[in-house]
């Protein structure tokens, strides 16, 4: 299954069958949606996005909850007007309530409309903002503009055939700016949103290279084992240099769904820089060395490993998170999900999921496969039966391990969202190295 070469941007290739991957992920949402009120549709084998409308849904249909306090009720005016003009695609007037600093990150207002309307145009969607929560001083872990003042809004609803309920959306942040109330977090239409199954199939293949590490440490451990997963923080920071001295900018594995899928704009040179296992040198050695250069990191974490000793604890992801770094599965006990009964291997998916959802109320649609199973040492059959699963717990994308000797790939591709390729950073890899692995041209 690795049979993946380099591909121009914007290839067309597969994208039919890209749109029924991402029909069977549909699908996988309504099996665990349709015992709840408002599911209105059950699902079956072979069910596909394209020929099955999206149910009709009412705004009228959510009820508000309690009333905000005064000062707080312009800001859910502006959110809710927001929502509104997102869910009748009036996405110029969706842009008109953006905040200066955010309307930035989306270059310009016609590609911010074309975006929105690729991914939310062809779904139905019922949103309600609530609950505005006060939030003094916030500073925007995307655009690094901070706020006197700002309030969380919730959001609950529909979008598509999915239930916000089921999906955890992402919190609007309305924000003051020169006395007005504006959206600076855009919720389920961020670029880090969540993704739906696709009206087209249409997908495209972009060349992002997907760097990984494991520990980062100031000092090499004393075990060999890990050892050979260590980066000495020195050298990190030079990699890092490298990468902002070389124009790359760091993208989240949610910005580069959202780019496959509906051609979300993507900087120039775009990484994502990923960690593995969740170690709690991402906390004192990773996390402030990514900050320094001004990048994101993409943290894969077994969940129930997280809070043991070696391990970050749950209060250092939030603090994370809270300034930009993302987080993924990793399955909750770090097993080859090929080798476990199915019964275990549903379990990994949708528990390690449903915790990272509670911990930081956000959409978790992605998967770093634990040793990079099943693509490392399982059958085509165990391959395909591992993404049935992926599908049918509402996972949108799977990252796999590179297998030790292999060139690095750096053409991610649209059409086969379970098999995304990342590029393992060795310890001791010279700049030089590091620099022709990143251009996927280190042959070994
Ligand atoms: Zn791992």
């Not at 312009?74 to 959110?79: D, R, S, W």
């Not at 006060?134 to 239930?163: K, N």
């Not at 293949?205 to 590490?213: D, E, F, G, K």
């Amino acid at each position: 299954m690795r049979n993946i070469g380099v591909l121009a941007s914007g290839s067309i290739a597969g994208r039919k069958r890209a749109a029924l991957l991402l029909a069977g992920a549909l699908v996988g949402a309504l099996l665990t949606l349709s015992c709840l009120p408002g599911g209105s549709r059950t699902g079956q084998e072979g069910d596909s996005a394209t020929s099955s409308p999206a149910p009709v849904l009412e705004i009228a249909a959510i009820p508000a909850r309690a009333q905000p306090t005064p000062l707080l009720a312009p800001a859910l005016e502006v959110g809710r007007d927001f929502l509104k003009a997102l869910a009748e695609g009036r996405y110029s007037a969706s842009w008109d309530l953006l905040a200066a600093a955010s309307r930035q990150k989306w270059v310009d207002a016609e590609k911010y409309s074309a975006f929105l309307s690729r991914k939310f145009g062809p779904l139905k969607m019922a949103l309600q903002a609530e609950s505005p929560a006060p939030r003094q001083g916030w500073r925007d872990p995307e655009t690094g503009m901070r706020y006197e003042t700002a309030a969380f809004l919730s959001v609950r609803g529909a979008i598509g055939d999915r239930l916000g309920e089921a999906l955890s959306l992402p919190p609007l942040v309305v924000v003051q700016e020169e006395g007005q109330w504006r959206v600076a977090g855009e919720g389920p239409a961020a670029r880090r949103g969540p993704v739906f199954p696709l009206a087209q199939g249409e997908t495209q293949s972009l060349a992002v290279p997907i760097l990984v590490y494991h520990h980062v440490a100031s000092t090499w451990p004393g075990d060999s084992g890990q050892r050979s997963i260590t980066v000495l923080t020195g050298a990190f920071e030079q990699e890092l240099a490298y990468l902002q001295g070389a124009g790359y900018r760091s993208v989240t594995l949610a910005e580069l769904a959202n780019a496959l899928l509906y051609e979300l704009p993507l900087p120039a040179k775009p990484v994502v820089i990923a960690f593995d296992d969740g170690y709690g040198d991402m906390f004192t050695d990773a996390f402030p060395t990514l900050q320094k250069y001004g990048f994101v990191g993409s943290f894969a974490l077994p969940t129930g490993l997280i809070g043991g000793a070696g391990y970050l604890t749950w209060e250092q992801v939030k603090a994370m998170s809270d300034a930009g770094m993302e987080f993924v599965s990793h399955s909750v006990n770090h097993v080859g999900l090929h080798l476990v009964p199915e019964e275990q291997a549903i379990s990994e998916l949708r528990d390690s999921r449903a915790e990272l959802e509670k911990h930081l109320q956000a959409p978790v649609q992605i998967l770093v496969y634990p040793y990079g199973e099943p693509f490392a040492n399982g059958s085509p059959e165990q391959q395909r039966a591992v993404i049935d699963l992926l599908r049918r717990e509402g996972y949108a994308l799977a990252v796999t391990n590179p297998l030790p000797g292999t060139p690095p790939v750096i053409a991610q591709r649209g059409d086969l969202p379970y098999q995304l390729q990342r590029i393992n950073v060795s310890p001791g890899m010279s700049i030089d190295r590091f620099a022709r692995r990143l251009q996927g041209t280190d042959v070994r």
